[in-house]
């Protein structure tokens, strides 16, 4: 299954919903490469852009959501902060012990926690900014 933005993820940030568009393709990209057994080539350079991805998106998205005065960006920055650090470690260990499968299921797993936010929690936080226009 690929992942894309749909029209009830967007949150009118044009910035924001591009920056969406480039994870769902660095993950759909690491997704083909596992699919064609070359996963393993493939997880470094996905991990670089996560650490890059999430410290300028999340920056972005938490500066959308103190403009809009989002009731609810504690809890979202709380979480920003929390996924940064976990992610850290993640990379650190890809980065340490090389490309494997243990590495590359770890990964898949902390960018499926990352996607079911966008779902959930940046769906919440699309559909305040576009009631709050």
Known sequence: MKYEVTKDLETGNALIDSEHRQLFDAV???MDACSSGQGRSKIESTAKFLEGYVRKHFG???QLQKTSK???YPRHKTFHDGYVRQLD??????????????????????????????????KKL?????GAK
């Open 28 to 30: 759909n990209q690491l």
């Open 70 to 72: 989002y009731p609810d």
């Open 89 to 122: 470690v993640v990379c650190a260990e890809i980065r340490r012990d090389g490309a494997s499968i243990a590495a590359l299921s770890k990964l898949n797993q902390h960018i499926g926690v990352l996607v079911n936010h966008i779902r959930t929690e940046d």
């Open 60 to 62: 972005d998205e938490e």
């Open 126 to 130: 699309a559909a305040y900014v576009r």
